[in-house]
T-cell receptor, first 115, second 112 residues
Framework: NAGVTQTPKFQVLKTGQSMTLQCAQDMNHEYMSWYRQDPGMGLRLIHYSVGAGITDQGEVPNGYNVSRSTTEDFPLRLLSAAPSQTSVYFC??????????????FGSGTRLTVV | GNSVTQMEGPVTLSEEAFLTINCTYTATGYPSLFWYVQYPGEGLQLLLKATKADDKGSNKGFEATYRKETTSFHLEKGSVQVSDSAVYFCALIPSGYSTLTFGKGTMLLVSP
């Protein structure tokens, strides 16, 4: 089925470990982004990309890295996990970053716990 | 800066009651406005949108009108169902930009 696929769905990490959250879309969307969702905080933008090879920081980028080598994939890397990164992470994509009329398509999320 | 303010929840209603969830925004120019819904354990789904002043977005019985003069985009439904229980997010994309800014979300609980 077409859409945004996130893996894994659940993950427990120890403090200091590294991991990559995967995000893939098969809709040929230009724009991709990562959000984290925390209770009482809504969704906050971590990083985004307007096309392959182009990334930029959002509201809360510290502790996270991204790259966009293909149109389809936009992985989020945690280099040294901290308990403050315990959250639910959502990947979202959009057809054209210059045409927000299309809205965004969200993945089903990755629930990350750092102990 | 750009921001979205939503009424705090939870909003608790009986089935068939009228729903209003308030949303106001701060942004320069003419942003596009959205309502997203998140059902338990799921990601966000686009519920409706409006891209210019006085536009009315509608879907599944929900409506919201883009009011530039009051910088508001309130969500309404005439008769809620138990299946409408979810968290609702108001969001905007500023004119000329591509990033979504979300409100904190409002939980709706509908009882039979």
């Amino acid at each position: 089925n077409a859409g945004v696929t996130q893996t894994p769905k659940f993950q427990v990490l120890k403090t200091g470990q590294s991991m990559t959250l995967q995000c893939a879309q098969d809709m040929n969307h230009e724009y991709m982004s990562w959000y984290r969702q925390d209770p009482g905080m809504g969704l906050r933008l971590i990083h985004y990309s307007v096309g392959a090879g182009i990334t930029d920081q959002g509201e809360v980028p510290n502790g996270y890295n991204v790259s966009r080598s293909t149109t389809e994939d936009f992985p989020l890397r945690l280099l040294s996990a901290a308990p403050s990164q315990t959250s639910v992470y959502f990947c979202a994509s959009s057809y054209d970053s210059r045409a927000p009329n299309y809205g965004y398509t969200f993945g089903s999320g990755t629930r990350l716990t750092v102990v | 800066g750009n921001s979205v303010t939503q009424m705090e929840g939870p909003v608790t209603l009986s089935e068939e009651a009228f729903l209003t969830i308030n949303c106001t925004y701060t942004a320069t120019g003419y942003p596009s406005l959205f309502w997203y819904v998140q059902y338990p354990g799921e990601g966000l789904q686009l519920l409706l949108k409006a891209t210019k002043a006085d536009d009315k977005g509608s879907n599944k019985g929900f409506e919201a009108t883009y009011r530039k003069e009051t910088t508001s985009f309130h969500l309404e439904k005439g008769s809620v169902q138990v299946s409408d229980s979810a968290v609702y997010f108001c969001a905007l994309i500023p004119s000329g930009y591509s990033t979504l800014t979300f409100g904190k979300g409002t939980m709706l609980l509908v009882s039979p």
